[in-house]
């Protein structure tokens, strides 16, 4: 019989600790500690991720019982690919949805500065908008325009969710708690990111819903290559980037400080996210609207204003301060449904995921006990 006996070897593997591990939340950790008062010596182990993917592999649902609990197929996709899809079709939705409303808002803005000095004063109302628009342009032409929209609002949505909650992340402090003012910066940079990566679309929607002549969007971007440039693309960024930054930065803080505000029974209803959401962009969008009625019109082809400081003393001279707000009531009334569409959806789908992987993990616990049965 040999003498040898088992050996239990402790090593140190650089960069393996409890505070630089990549999934703490996966790993069931263990820490050792010994010695007296402040001299203590602690260790730590992590002993459970093989075993976790072991045993997913071992009693993950067969094909049967996925066909006869539907649900749990939701649980195969990705968390965050399933709400990056969930926000991008939400946005087209909704944007398809008040197309008609977006529309006359963008031709209520622009309208002066497309009739020329001589009437530009005289501007154009809501009901004479939405008439205009049916009389020259028929029931097509309230959705005219839509489709870069659409094209525009996918990429948009996606690239400022991912960037808001990468943005949090940054922003937090050492405590891991996120600040009103981390809050603030968080939306803030979200928003100009996601507006730098799409603005080309924004403009090629703009031109294409209140210019004459062109029917497609790529005859649009040819035309502007050829007579303006590459520039032509980015003319107005900067009043957006200054208008979008305050404009998330608001609408996201006030919604998240709102619904945590109120007790936890109501914050998981719909409803109650559709009245915080409401109430934080109506109060975004008459602090920043603006702001967003200066870039429409330094969008504009042949647009007198070169810079944010020409655009506002000159639109004032011309409308007053009504003009900075001209097509604000069809921009109000859109809110309502582009929130509510939004919120519905990706309020469904984050509880459509929740309860897919409760009936994974049901199944999943069922495969358990039935092999721990047959051992």
């Known amino acids: 019989m040999s003498n040898t006996r088992a050996t239990l070897v402790w090593r140190g593997l650089p960069g393996l600790g409890p505070d630089?591990?990549?999934?703490?939340?996966?790993?069931?950790?263990?820490?050792?500690?010994?010695?007296?008062?402040?001299?203590?010596?602690?260790s730590f182990a992590c002993i459970s991720l093989a075993e976790k993917k072991r045993e997913e592999k071992e009693f993950s649902p067969t094909t049967t019982q996925l066909l006869k609990h539907p649900l749990a197929m939701v649980a195969l996709v990705p968390k965050d690919g399933a709400l990056f899809a969930a926000g991008a079709i939400a946005g087209a939705f909704a944007k398809t949805v008040i197309a008609p409303l977006d529309r006359v808002k963008l031709l209520m803005q622009t309208h002066g500065l497309r009739a020329g000095q001589d009437s530009a004063k005289k501007g154009i109302g809501f009901i004479e908008a939405l008439t205009l628009i049916g009389k020259e342009e028929g029931t097509k032409g309230y959705w005219k325009g839509n489709l870069p929209q659409?094209?525009?609002?996918?990429?948009?949505?996606?690239?400022?969710?991912?960037?808001?909650?990468?943005?949090?992340?940054?922003?937090?402090?050492?405590?891991?708690?996120?600040?009103?003012?981390?809050?603030?910066?968080?939306?803030?940079?979200?928003?100009?990111?996601s507006t730098f990566v799409t603005y080309p679309l924004d403009v090629l929607r703009l031109r294409l819903a209140v210019e004459p002549g062109y029917k497609t969007m790529t005859e649009v971007a040819l035309n502007m290559l050829k007579e303006e440039g590459f520039a032509s693309f980015y003319t107005g960024l900067g009043p957006s980037l200054i208008g979008i930054a305050p404009y998330i930065a608001v609408n996201f803080c006030v919604f998240d400080l709102?619904?945590?505000?109120?007790?936890?029974?109501?914050?998981?209803?719909?409803?109650?996210?559709?009245?915080?959401?409401?109430?934080?962009?109506?109060?975004?969008?008459?602090m920043c609207y603006p702001l967003d009625t200066v870039r429409r019109q330094m969008q504009m082809k042949g647009s007198p204003y070169m810079t944010v400081l020409d655009a506002f003393p000159g639109i004032v001279a011309r409308d007053g301060l009504v003009g900075?707000?001209?097509g604000f009531v069809p921009n109000a009334l859109k809110t309502l449904p582009n929130s509510s569409i939004r919120l519905t959806t990706f309020d469904s789908v984050k509880r459509l995921i929740a309860a897919a992987e409760k009936e994974y993990q049901k199944i999943m616990e069922h495969n358990s006990h039935e092999m721990r049965a047959k051992c």
Do not use: H
Request: with cysteine.
């Open 150 to 193: 659409v094209i525009r609002v996918i990429p948009y949505s996606a690239v400022q969710l991912f960037a808001y909650e990468s943005y949090k992340k940054l922003f937090k402090g050492k405590d891991g708690e996120l600040s009103v003012i981390g809050r603030l910066a968080a939306g803030a940079c979200a928003g100009m990111t």
């Open 20 to 42: 630089n591990f990549t999934e703490p939340d996966r790993c069931r950790s263990k820490y050792w500690c010994s010695g007296v008062g402040n001299r203590r010596r602690c």
């Open 324 to 326: 900075l707000y001209r």
């Open 258 to 286: 709102v619904k945590k505000a109120l007790p936890e029974k109501y914050q998981k209803r719909t409803e109650t996210s559709l009245a915080t959401a409401l109430m934080s962009a109506t109060v975004a969008t008459v």
